[in-house]
């Protein structure tokens, strides 16, 4: 057993303590560690260079490892190893009291706003691999973003369609309502308001590859005129909405760019209008991207805590109606894209390659541990200029049988709203943005 060897052999046996864990070095060395009465885990590493290098950089050469093939689980997945590690390594109890390091404030700061063509390439990295892998592994709607599990034993079908009627009821829509999908994706969600709300919605995105299959969707469910599309950044745009959604863009904009971002949904709103901002956030303080995600998956993305989003907020005015913290959602929804994507592997890897799979089965698992274990939630922010947007009261979500209305996909119960149409607002004679670049969708 080479230096290296012995280093991590020593860690694990002072840090394995549940599993039953069974290692086979490079040289044929054979060490247990754990509990015998513990799960029963083995794992085989080829290369004792790639033992000093997860050693070293744990965070992001672990997965690299296992994505090249130097680390290589037996008997079972990926994330069997993973979930015993976190358990083990970082427990799922009590958050211990945190504090924030140099490097780590470092690190943050260089995590700065997006500019236009840094914002597309982001974009592009990731959700311009194909339409046809995401289609593996998503439900009928191409909803890339945590679904809401309101009753027990939904489908992923049905939790993404209770969804978006959750957040159709959080914006409280009257119809013929102007509304603007920030970061609008495969154009589910905006189909989904322009025929369940009766709105005329206008989706943004920056994926050349997501802008084709919404305006594709709208004209095959007969809503191309109230449901459209443009390849455009939202900073671009100088039109009034009575509703604004964003779900799964904010993790793109970086921490410099939560100025700008909320700055331009002030402008955009109506007076009487409504915004809801659906973004993955950190119950803990400010830290740092995964350096795993942040190279293969998303990068330049990154996750925001609530004390780095309420002060912008406040900054432009806005009143926070409404936050709901959704846990475990994102965990349940992580785990039900896994089990397809995995029963589709064969499939990804012939559009792709083996390596590609790893690295999605590694990005997968360790994200629905973030959320199940971790600090990882999602926010579901309810912005208005005025205290008096929605009801004062919050049963205008809930005083209905929700799981009537999430099987017939009726449209959210209203009540009279003493706010005008933004229609009055809008500025005559608007015109369709022009295509620029900027942030895009991300998979809250």
């Not at 939904?154 to 959750?166: F, N, T, Y």
């Not at 709300?197 to 802008?211: I, P, R, Y």
């Not at 785990?335 to 499939?347: I, K, Q, T, V």
């Amino acid at each position: 057993m080479g230096f290296y060897g012995r280093q991590l052999d020593r860690f694990l046996g002072r840090n394995i303590r549940s599993a039953h864990l069974r290692v086979r070095f490079p040289d044929g060395h054979t060490r247990e560690y754990g509990s015998p009465s513990g799960p029963a885990l083995a794992v085989r590493l080829t290369d004792e260079r790639w033992i000093g290098r997860i050693l070293r950089n744990p965070d992001l050469k672990f997965g690299e490892a296992y994505m090249e093939g130097a680390l290589v689980p037996e008997d079972a997945g990926i994330y069997p190893l993973l979930d015993q590690l976190w358990r083990d390594l970082y427990g799922t109890g009590e958050r211990p009291v945190a504090g924030t390091s140099p490097m780590r404030r470092l690190r943050r700061a260089l995590k700065r706003a997006h500019p236009p063509a840094r914002a597309r390439r982001n974009v592009a990295h990731h959700y311009d691999l194909g339409n046809d892998l995401y289609r593996l592994f998503l439900d009928e709607n191409m909803q890339y973003s945590c679904a809401y599990f309101a009753e027990p034993g939904m489908s992923l079908d049905e939790a993404q369609a209770a969804k978006m009627r959750h957040i159709a009821r959080k914006l409280f829509i009257e119809p013929g309502q102007r509304v603007l999908d920030i970061g609008s994706g495969w154009g589910g969600l905006a189909v989904d308001l322009a025929r369940h709300a009766d709105a005329e919605v206008f989706g943004v995105t920056l994926s050349t590859e997501q802008f084709a299959s919404a305006r594709e969707r709208a004209a095959e469910a007969g809503l191309g005129d109230r449901a459209r599309f443009e390849l455009t950044d939202y900073r671009s745009l100088d039109e009034t909405f009575d509703r604004i959604v964003s779900v799964g863009m904010l993790e793109h904009v970086g921490i410099n760019g939560y100025g700008e971002f909320f700055a331009q949904v002030r402008r955009l709103l109506a007076e009487h209008g409504v915004a809801l901002i659906h973004t993955i956030g950190r119950t803990g303080p400010p830290a740092t991207t995964n350096p795993f995600i942040d190279k293969y998956i998303f990068p330049g993305g990154y996750i925001p805590a609530l004390s780095e989003l309420v002060p912008h907020i406040e900054a432009q005015g806005l009143y926070l109606l409404d936050a709901e913290i959704l846990r475990l959602h994102y965990a349940d929804t992580l785990r039900a894209w896994r089990e397809r994507f995995l029963a589709n592997a064969d499939r990804a890897a012939a559009l792709h390659d083996e390596r590609f799979v790893r690295m999605w089965d590694f990005y997968l698992a360790s994200s629905e541990l973030s959320f199940r274990y971790g600090e990882h939630v999602v926010f579901q922010l309810q912005l208005a200029r005025r205290q008096d947007a929605v009801p004062v009261v919050r049963d205008y979500l809930y005083s209905h049988d929700r799981r009537t209305d999430f099987a017939a996909g009726a449209p959210p119960k209203r009540r009279p709203m003493r706010a005008k149409s933004a229609h009055a607002h809008t500025k005559k004679g608007a015109k369709p943005a022009p295509r620029r670049s900027g942030s895009g969708k991300a998979s809250a």
